[in-house]
């Protein structure tokens, strides 16, 4: 059964999007690993449209539905802020040194490397992402063949 | 998140547990930014009660980093688990930060510089 959780566009809500993972992967038997990988993916995209999907004050919803499809996890996010399509955004320089290292667009270069698919669309007024993920976690898949500890 | 400081030989050492988001980053950076503020110039973060750390938490690291380097200081995280050094590799962060498996080494490291 899908998980639907809404909250107001304020990071001081996002623990409920947290907890919402928490308890849907426990559900479903995650490993540590990949609830936070899935999770880590989520707020980093609900993160950015709170931060710069709206202008002006006053609420808005940003819906997240978690669920499995296909056995991969699934996360649909919908949001009315302005249109922003992360699959187009622009990705950081990560091989530049600690002076000139730029962190702009760091957030979503890691949730596009968490997840295997991140799809967008533009439905009315409406952003809707739609993540997908193995249930194993990128760690442990690299973890178990390239470090022994 | 909770931050337990201790001095070792010199040594800022931060024990951070639970969770660095964009909640609680602020507060992080507020913490770490003071600290140096105050004349430390080296620091050991031990990330091994860690759960979570997002890229609001990883940005406080690389302005503590910048900081300290102007300072001709150091900053040196160990103990991360598994999946939190994989969110490192992915950022790039491993290369520009002192990144040790154990405290002992990143003690060791901080007392030549």
Redesign the interface.
Known sequence: MATHVAIVND??Q??RL?EAVESFGQEHGLS??AI??F??AL??LV?NIISYGYSGNGGHLIQVTLDMAGGDLLAVISDDGQPFDPTRAQQPD??????S?C?GG??I??AR??VNSIDYARDGARNIVTLRKSPV???ES??ATT?K? | MQLNEREEGGVLVVAVTG?V???TAPEFEERLLGAISQGRRNIILNFSAM??I???G??VL?KA??EL?TQSGSLAVCCMR??????FD???FT???TVE?DEAGALERAAVN
């Open positions: 990071i001081a996002m623990p947290h540590q690993a936070f990988e999770g880590l707020d980093e993160t990560t091989g530049c040194n600690l002076e290292r962190v760091l957030g270069h890691l490397n968490l976690a990128r760690c690299k973890c470090r500890e | 969770r988001d964009s909640n759960d979570y997002s890229s609001a990883l940005r690389l980093a910048r380097k598994d999946y939190i050094r994989e969110v992915l950022s790039g290369a520009i930060l498996t």
